[in-house]
Each structure stands twice: as C-alpha cells, then as structure tokens.
C-alpha cells in the first residue's frame, strides 16, 4: 500500500517539512492564546462595568501638583468619584472636607491623587478662632452656677444677656435725685460656644450616656459668647459697671424677650390687668427662721384730690399719680422694716 511506501525516517530527515509543521504549530497556539486574552479582556471590563454601576465615594483631589503649605480653601482641590474599593480610611473625603478647610498641606501632593489625612496639618483646623464667623467675636465671661443654670448650659445653646446694676437720676437742673437699681437686656439670643474649655456640643450619644451612668457633668467657671464686634465693647464695660445674666433660652425660639428693662420701683407696680383688691395690697416678703409671706392692706390713696384744689379750668397736676405711687412704696417700706424687726425680735427671743 502507499503507507507502506513512505519512509517516515526520510520525512523527518526533511528540514522543509519539520519547518512548516513548527509555523503551523506556533498559529495554532497564538490563536489560542489571542482568543484566550479577548476573553479575558471582556470578562475584566464587564467587572468593571458592574463596579462602576454602583455607588462610588467622592474624595478631594488637586487638579495640579501642589507643594507642601497650599491652604485646603484654595481652587486647586477639586471632588473625584472612585470607586468603593479603592478607598482607604484615611483619605479625606468631600463630606469631611468643611471641618479641614482652613487647614494646609504638610506634604506635596501629585495631581489626581486623593489627599490623606496624614497629608493635612489638622491642628490648624482645630484652633478655637477658626469657628467664629466673619464680624464676630469671642467673649468669655466669669459665671457660676446660678448663671450656668447649674452646669447645665451647653455649647451652642441661646442666651439672653442681661445687665443687672445701679443706675443713678439727675433733675433738670442737675441735681441728684437718687439711685436705683435697675435690670437691662443687652443682647438677645447670644451664642455659647464654649463653657471652659468645652467647645463640642452636646449630642444625644452623650445625653444617653449621662441619663444611663447618671454621671454629672464637670463643673467650670466661664463662658464665651459669640457677639457682635459693635457689642464686645459694650458688654465688656457694662461687666465692669453691674452684673451679667444668663437666662437660657429654648434655641428654637426666635422672638425677642417681652421685658427689655426694670426698676426696683416697678418690680412690684400693680399691672394694669390685676383685680381691684390686688392693686390696693403691697406683698411684703420677710425672712428669718421660717420664710413668711404678708399681704397688708393699705389705704387707696384719692389722686382726684389735687385735681379737685386745682383752680378751675386747669388741668390736673401730673405729679399726683407720682405721688400717689411714691406714697404707697414709702408705706409698704415701713411696713417691710417694722415686720423684718418684729421678726428679728422673734428670732432673738428664741
């Protein structure tokens, strides 16, 4: 047969022919590997593919080489989406970016790669002058613990300020006509933004915390306000000239406070919507062993008769109202001292 007619020892003895089965060979297996490659490349991009439909994390990024001391709040640094994976937990991402802004870099950063925590001075940032906003100042005041509210005002809450003094009268003519002491707002809906050293304000973790260990809170001694520059001069010297008053205030509650000022003359003056028979009593409150509350009656006072001597056709004096008024302080105060001897006798005697 023709089989047996080829000599198979001749056939590999054939340089050509070894040649061509080799070439043949190397085709076949770089188109296997070719085809091998494109179905890896597509299963790669499909992957990808599939990351890329899923959410992604901004970070800050410069869009140029920028070298070590670039402030953050500079239009360098822009937001880059990458995707979840990619992210380290230190890279500064977009939604931390505002607590960093006025921070510099320490280190040189290329462009396109995200910034890092350890990139970032964040002592800078932290410093207390950077909170305050523009127009603004920082005044810290003595307080205790009346005017803590017992170490229960926090930053951040709302205060209105008060002036409580002496306030001294002329006449016309420039005589004096006495001194009174005298209550006066000076800012509404102040900002706290620190109690001592405290800056952060309180959130519900820590409220939990507190109401769950029953922990009380550290005591401190000062406060700072946040006021307007035209006001820091004002209420730095009217701490020198009275006292100051925190009243709390609920942080939502925009409307101004309804009393703006008083006198000791009109801290017990009889309103306007009173009944009759409470206009014409002065509480008197005395101390002693046990608190006593006394209401006294005293005698109403006809302001109609200076109106009545007034020759005809004049109008009545304005002073009789005054008088009237000054009448009844001046009897309700010999009232209060003979009650406060009268107990002190008591006292004495026990």
Known sequence: MIFNRINYRSLLANTWLLIGMAVAAAGGITWA???????????????????????????????????????????????????????????LQVDDFTHHRNAVLVKPVRRGRPLRLQDVDVTRARDFSDTLAAGMRALTLPIDAINSTDSMLRPGNRVDLYWVGTLSFVTRGGDPAGDTKSIRLLMPGVLVLATGHDVRPRDAGEAARDMADGARRDGYGTVTLQVP???????????????????????????????????????????????????????????????????????????????AASPAGEPPSPVAPASAAGSAYRQANAIARRLQAETGAADASR
């Open 33 to 91: 590997t070719y085809r091998y490659m494109l179905a890896s490349e597509a299963r790669i991009k499909a992957e990808a593919a599939e990351r890329r439909e899923g959410p992604g994390v901004s970070v800050v990024v410069p869009r140029a080489d920028v070298p070590a001391g670039t402030p953050l709040d500079s239009a360098v640094f822009v937001a880059r989406e990458i995707s979840a994976d990619l992210v380290y937990d230190d890279m």
């Open 229 to 307: 520059v035209a006001e820091a001069a004002r209420i730095a010297l009217a701490q020198k000239l009275g006292g100051l008053r925190l009243v709390l205030r609920n942080s939502r509650d925009p409307g101004d406070p309804v009393q703006r000022g008083l006198d000791e003359t009109e801290l017990f003056a009889a309103r306007a919507d009173a009944p009759a028979d409470d206009r014409e009593r002065v509480e008197i409150i005395t101390g002693g062993g046990k608190g006593t509350t006394v209401q006294v009656a005293i005698d109403p006072v006809d302001v109609n008769v200076r109106s």
